[in-house]
Structures are given as C-alpha cells and as structure tokens.
T-cell receptor, first 112, second 113 residues
Framework: DAGVIQSPRHEVTEMGQEVTLRCKPI?????LFWYRQTMMRGLELLIY????????DSGMPEDRFSAKMPNASFSTLKIQPSEPRDSAVYFC??????????FGPGTRLTVT | DQQVKQNSPSLSVQEGRISILNCDYT??????FLWYKKYPAEGPTFLIS?????DKNEDGRFTVFLNKSAKHLSLHIVPSQPGDSAVYFC????????????FGQGTELSVKP
C-alpha cells in the first residue's frame, strides 16, 4: 500500500498567488482530513470529508480557503489569494475506521 | 481554547529507561484518545489508542493509561530506544463527530544512547 500521497512536497509562492495542494487517500478509506501545522497553533483540523461529502469545515480559516473531493481517490485544498500567514505544513490524512487516521508526508508551503 | 494540552514541550531519557509522556484534556465528553508519533519531514503515524471505557491499553513497549477523573492520559515507553526519538502528539475525539481529532501541541522525546 502506497499510503497517503500528497503533492507537491514543497511549494514556494508569492503573496496573492493561487496555491493548490493535492491529496490521494489510501484506497478503501472513506474519510479524508486536511490539517495545518504551525508553531503557534500546532496541528489543527481544517476540514474533513466522509464518502466525498464535506462534513465539517469549521476549521477553515476564511473564504480564501476551499477544499474539494470530486471522487474517492482525490482531494484538493486551494488557497486564493495566498498570504504570508498561510505559510505552514499542510497534512492530508485518511481513515477507514472512525478514529485511526493515516497521514501523508505533508506539503510545506511558504508564501513570500 | 486548548482542549488537549501537552505541557512538556520536550523530554530527554536515557536508552533502556522508561519514557513517560503526559497529556491533559478539559472536555469530559471525549470518548477516545490516541497517540501519534512524528519524525521530521514526515506525517504523524498512529501509535496506540484507548477508549474512555478502559483505563489501560498495552502494545509491546507502549502502554497508554487513562485517568478519567483527572482528565489525564499518559504514554509509557519501556524500554526506551534511540529510534523512539520523535515528537509525540496526543489526540482526543468524540465518537459522534465522525473521527474529528483534536491534537495537543506535542512533546519532543529524545532518547540518548
């Protein structure tokens, strides 16, 4: 099993640009989660999907952030326009059981 | 509002000795708790979990203890090995929220040979 796949692993962009992060969950998992890790706030949940349907997006910081899951094997997290305070490591995780989530390697985003 | 707290940002232990990582929570409605381990440049990996109906769960060198009255859980690693050096996160969840996890800030464990 390849595990959760995220791309790109690193992204450097200028303020105001659109950023798209991608995630391929583990096959057979029906829940997908997007997290953000920063020094100040730690690891925080942004949004999660169950069977491709967004269930809870209360962690999405503002309207500049959006997430989609068009099918069971792909999800995107988009930031438009990006700002320096969005710089963080973004993790995608998937799960089949209710609690045990499997994380991808993360995307390190730097907005200058 | 930090619902899950790991008050020790770092811990240093000698190889072969016991490592004890602590975690406190504020919401008595949490019904499931997990520990994750994270190496640099990798995502967190699931380590061990415990349901609120239990007070102990063991898996090899790793044991998690839950004290519901004190709203406290701990992870014991015996014996500690240099490969255990990583950041450890505790997390809590409500069953009726579909697996939504709330993480602590993490404790960096260093096991010295």
């Amino acid at each position: 099993d390849a595990g959760v796949i995220q791309s790109p692993r690193h992204e450097v962009t200028e303020m105001g640009q659109e950023v798209t992060l991608r995630c391929k969950p583990i096959s057979g998992h029906n829940s997908l989660f997007w997290y953000r890790q920063t020094m100040m706030r730690g690891l925080e949940l942004l949004i999660y999907f169950n069977n491709n349907v967004p269930i809870d997006d209360s962690g999405m910081p503002e309207d500049r952030f959006s997430a989609k899951m068009p099918n069971a094997s792909f999800s995107t997290l988009k930031i438009q326009p990006s700002e320096p305070r969005d710089s963080a490591v973004y993790f995608c995780a998937s799960s089949r059981q209710v609690y045990e989530q499997y994380f991808g390697p993360g995307t390190r985003l730097t907005v200058t | 509002d930090q619902q899950v707290k790991q008050n020790s940002p770092s811990l240093s232990v000698q190889e072969g000795r016991i490592s004890i990582l602590n975690c406190d929570y504020t919401n008595s409605m949490f019904d499931y708790f997990l520990w994750y381990k994270k190496y640099p440049a990798e995502g967190p990996t699931f380590l061990i979990s415990i349901s609120s109906i239990k007070d102990k769960n063991e898996d090899g060198r790793f044991t998690v203890f839950l004290n519901k009255s004190a709203k406290h859980l701990s992870l014991h690693i015996v014996p500690s090995q240099p490969g255990d050096s990583a950041v450890y996160f505790c997390a809590a969840s409500f069953y009726n929220q579909g697996g939504k996890l709330i993480f602590g800030q993490g404790t960096e464990l260093s096991v010295k040979p």
